[in-house]
């Protein structure tokens, strides 16, 4: 069993519509019959702009002959394709093995997911899994226990402490994309923020004054 994960970065903008194109031709096109989908998701935090979705496949072989099947779609290769062409930057992919299979939803897990991306010592990886393996029954025990407080008062003062200590910590936020406060910076005008290339100009007449 393999899983590909594919993350599609857009061009600003472009989001609505690589959706409706994904939504309306890319998935009824392929549905589940060249390889099974396990989910989209849009970034939130990090880097934005990002679409990404996830494949499983019996094995790397079966999803070379599916992927060959796929391209001779014509609604995939004709209708989808030549849209989301046009809307995305980048593509990458990681195609991985299975340590612990995905289990099936069961209508109450939510819609938020967090991707976590680990870098082992060379060939440490394997014990990882190995780990992860024997401890992850303690671990959904535990995950258990928190979602059956997450709606209390408690839970959420820690949580809405853990946000503001993230949000006040510049070693932290580097590392999710957030900038910082700006007024202290001149403000947001002239840092980049400005640079909206999908929206028409603003007439010179229109725009006010430049701060100095």
């Not at 609505?16 to 309306?24: D, F, G, I, Q, R």
């Not at 094995?59 to 989301?84: C, H, M, Q």
């Not at 580097?174 to 001149?186: Q, R």
Request: glycine share 8%; aromatic share 14%.
């Amino acid at each position: 069993m393999v899983y590909e994960l594919r993350c599609y970065t857009l061009v600003p903008g472009k989001m609505p519509e690589y959706l409706k194109a994904a939504e309306t031709i890319g998935r009824p096109a392929r549905g589940n019959n060249f390889g099974v989908n396990h989910g989209y998701w849009t970034a939130e935090f990090g880097a934005l702009n990002q679409i990404w979705h996830l494949w499983k496949y019996d094995s790397f072989d079966e999803r070379t002959r599916l992927r060959g099947e796929l391209a001779k779609n014509k609604d995939w290769t004709e209708k989808y394709v030549p849209i989301v062409k046009t809307c995305v930057q980048r593509q990458d992919l990681r195609l991985m093995n299975t340590v612990v299979d995905i289990k099936p939803s069961d209508g109450t897990t939510g819609n938020v997911y967090e991707l976590r991306i680990y870098q082992c010592n060379l060939g440490g990886a394997v014990q990882y899994g190995k780990d992860f393996k024997e401890v992850q029954a303690a671990r959904d025990k535990y995950i258990a226990a928190l979602k059956r407080i997450e709606s209390s008062e408690f839970f959420q003062a820690i949580r809405l402490k853990t946000l503001q200590v993230l949000y006040a910590t510049p070693m932290a936020y580097a590392y999710f994309g957030y900038e910082g406060e700006a007024f202290s910076k001149g403000g947001y005008v002239l840092r980049g923020f400005s640079d909206l290339r999908w929206l028409p100009e603003v007439p010179l007449e229109d725009s006010g004054s430049v701060p100095i």
